[in-house]
DNA sequence: ATAGATGCAAACGATTTGCAGTCTG
DNA sequence: CAGACTGCAAATCGTTTGCATCTAT
């Protein structure tokens, strides 16, 4: 666990430099890609511990976490506002969009079937202008 | 390829069978889960073939893929009505639930956004009424 | 005989864990 | 000094691939 609030200097520099590649990542990267960019930063650090360190991140909501289609876990900067993602299945484009209704949606199927603390993830995926057009 | 219609006796019954398997279950299965299965019901038939014919047909788009959080890819016959899971976090109960308001959503943010051929895959995790009392 | 299908075992790649050495308070 | 942190190497685990064999045509 890493309840306690104690954290070596070491591991405070270890979260500031994770979290510096993160918001310089508009994508959401791997262990490995992370492990490979700190190198590349002249951050000495191991890639087990880059992997701990996720681990934790993503445990406190630091992080979001979601898989790649290859099975991947890969991580992003915790945005504040809550939303969902519509991607291009060709170019793999992002688009962040928001909605409030299906928010509503969800409490409602929620509060219906008598479940609490409903998460929900939505993932939309289709062709964007640019692709169609280059059809 | 399985691009052509030649297809072996005993690879259409390994077909049929799994496409069994996956009727029987409401919830998504990996590929291990459907070989056990099968063993069960004694179907002999090898693990490496479950795992190639799990490729082709979610290929063919005879069945659907996701990953589950630990990784490991699943699947489910692909039901003629578009539905979505809102599962229990403690027992994994699964409630199927449809949403005419996710999908006129879906469409709305699709157009706004100028995407074509967009698909959503929606999951709604939370706890259910006896899992919540049981607390 | 020939091409595809099958399955065992070995190979893989991402992630986790055992454990000994290091650092911090 | 005691406990937390680190990282190497080895172990896992789901999945894929090499290859010899079997099947159906």
Redesign the interface.
């Known amino acids: 666990m890493t309840t306690d609030g104690a954290r070596s200097r070491r591991q405070i520099r270890h979260r500031a430099e994770i979290g510096a590649v993160l918001r310089d990542s508009s994508e959401f990267l791997g262990a490995q890609r992370i492990h490979a960019e700190l190198r590349r930063r002249d951050v000495p650090i191991g890639l087990t511990t880059v992997y701990r360190a996720m681990q934790a991140l993503a445990e406190e909501g630091a992080v979001d976490a979601t898989?790649t289609a290859t099975?991947?876990?890969v991580y992003r900067y915790c945005s504040p506002r809550h939303h969902h993602h519509?991607m291009?299945r060709d170019c793999a484009r992002v688009?962040e969009?928001e909605?409030p209704?299906?928010e509503?949606?969800?409490t409602a199927?929620?509060r219906q079937?008598?479940?609490?603390?409903?998460?929900?993830?939505?993932?939309?995926?289709?062709?964007?202008?640019d692709c169609?057009a280059a059809r």
């Open positions: 898989r099975g991947e876990q519509l291009c688009v969009v909605g209704a299906i509503q949606w969800t199927i929620a079937h008598g479940f609490a603390q409903v998460n929900h993830s939505v993932e939309l995926l289709g062709t964007c202008p169609a």
